[in-house]
């Protein structure tokens, strides 16, 4: 069966630090892999999604980055973090192709100070 | 383009009473559509599907019906409990597979 790995569960960060998020499926092999935001009480927001190595979209221009450098590897990154990166990220992945859901990591929970 | 719109929150019951979440959504074509649950602190989990009209998906006591007449897909569950307790998300896959979310709709259910 497949699963999602997503690390850290909690993160507190100073303004200005760099961030690194990284989400893993095992499982599956060529995965849409996505990033979300949830700000806290609010819906999602897509930030990213990539249908393959090194093929990344953005959705939502930002100080944030995503990058794919294996198959079953998503990274979220800034080089300087803002008081307005606080929230709740969430990686997915689905299959390719029509009507396929997406099935969510546990989410990272990111506190910038 | 897409959009999904949910019944806005929080929905309060009590213990054993039926549970109605609306959900309408516009779109081009014949998206498929998913319900959503996230429980307190949690990612989202995949609740229940439905991937052409008329279709039923149920999970756990859930039940949404995929209405192309009146474009809707709302949750239904006969006798909810405490640990229902969670955001519902109603979501649809548009012509790029990418999914469209509704706001989320919190369900609070007392004892």
């Known amino acids: 069966s497949q699963t999602i790995h997503q690390w850290p569960a909690t993160l507190v960060q100073p303004v200005g630090s760099p961030l690194s998020l990284e989400c893993t499926v095992e499982g599956t092999s060529n995965p849409n892999l996505y990033w979300y935001r949830q700000a806290a009480g609010r819906g999602l927001q897509l930030l990213f999604y990539s249908v393959g190595i090194g093929q990344i979209s953005s959705e939502v221009p930002q100080n944030l980055s995503a990058s794919r450098p294996q198959d079953r590897q998503f990274i979220l990154s800034s080089k300087k973090l803002l008081l307005s990166d606080s929230g709740f990220y969430l990686c997915a992945w689905s299959k390719g192709g029509t009507g396929q859901p997406q099935h969510f990591g546990d989410g990272t929970r990111l506190s910038i100070l | 383009g897409d959009s999904v719109t949910q019944m806005e929150g929080p929905v309060t019951l009590s213990e054993e009473a039926f549970l109605t979440i609306n959900c309408t959504y516009t779109a081009t074509g014949y998206p498929s559509l998913f319900w959503y649950v996230q429980y307190p602190g949690e990612g989202l989990q995949l609740l229940l599907k439905a991937t052409k009209a008329d279709d039923k998906g149920s999970n756990k006591g859930f039940e949404a019906t995929y209405r192309k007449e009146t474009t809707s897909f709302h949750l239904e569950k006969g006798s909810v409990q405490v640990s229902d307790s969670a955001v519902y998300f109603c979501?649809?896959?548009?012509?790029?597979?990418?999914?469209?979310w509704g706001a989320g709709t919190k369900l609070i259910i007392k004892p």
């Open positions: 979501a649809l896959t548009d012509s790029n597979y990418q999914l469209i």
